[in-house]
């Protein structure tokens, strides 16, 4: 999942904020969440902790702007079904909290925030 355009003058490491994010489950532990694709495949979420994206990968959009790479999650639950319909419905649609964010922008249509820090709401 990237972004195809940036918004310009969205980074703000000091906002926090609920967003939707997609999670595929983990098939040995219950309790697990795996982000799907992109994100480090072995990085565990579960509900009530904070996870920190330690990346710093320069990604590219579609518009050739470049931004640091982070969690990618959408600003409504709309957002994250049609992101879950094109990677075939992975099923887990999640509500998270996030802090310090990379910066905003659009995938399609649909609004994106790239932030450093998520923690899926229990």
Same mark, same amino acid.
């Given at each position: 999942?990237?972004?195809?355009?940036?918004? %310009?003058?969205?980074?703000?490491?000091?906002?926090?904020? #609920?967003? &939707?994010?997609?999670?595929?489950?983990?098939? &040995?532990? *219950?309790?697990?969440? @795996?982000?799907?694709?992109?994100?480090? %495949?072995?990085?565990?979420?579960?509900? /009530? $902790?904070?996870?920190?994206? $330690?990346? *710093?990968?320069?990604?590219?959009?579609?518009?050739?702007?470049?931004?640091?790479? /982070?969690?990618?999650?959408?600003e409504t639950e709309e957002a994250a079904e049609v992101f879950n319909d094109?990677?075939? /419905?992975? *099923? &887990?649609?999640?509500?998270?909290? &996030?802090?310090?964010?990379?910066?905003?922008?659009?995938? /399609?249509?649909?609004? #994106?925030? #790239?932030?450093?820090?998520?923690? @899926?709401?229990?």
């Amino acid at each position: 999942m990237c972004l195809d355009r940036i918004t %310009p003058n969205s980074k703000d490491p000091k906002e926090e904020g #609920v967003g &939707y994010k997609v999670f595929k489950k983990d098939e &040995y532990h *219950s309790d697990w969440f @795996i982000a799907p694709l992109f994100d480090d %495949p072995g990085q565990i979420f579960i509900e /009530g $902790n904070w996870v920190k994206d $330690n990346h *710093s990968v320069t990604i590219t959009t579609t518009d050739n702007n470049l931004y640091c790479s /982070g969690f990618h999650l959408f600003e409504t639950e709309e957002a994250a079904e049609v992101f879950n319909d094109w990677v075939a /419905g992975l *099923s &887990y649609i999640k509500k998270v909290k &996030y802090r310090n964010v990379i910066i905003k922008g659009e995938q /399609g249509d649909e609004k #994106v925030i #790239v932030a450093r820090e998520v923690m @899926i709401c229990q």
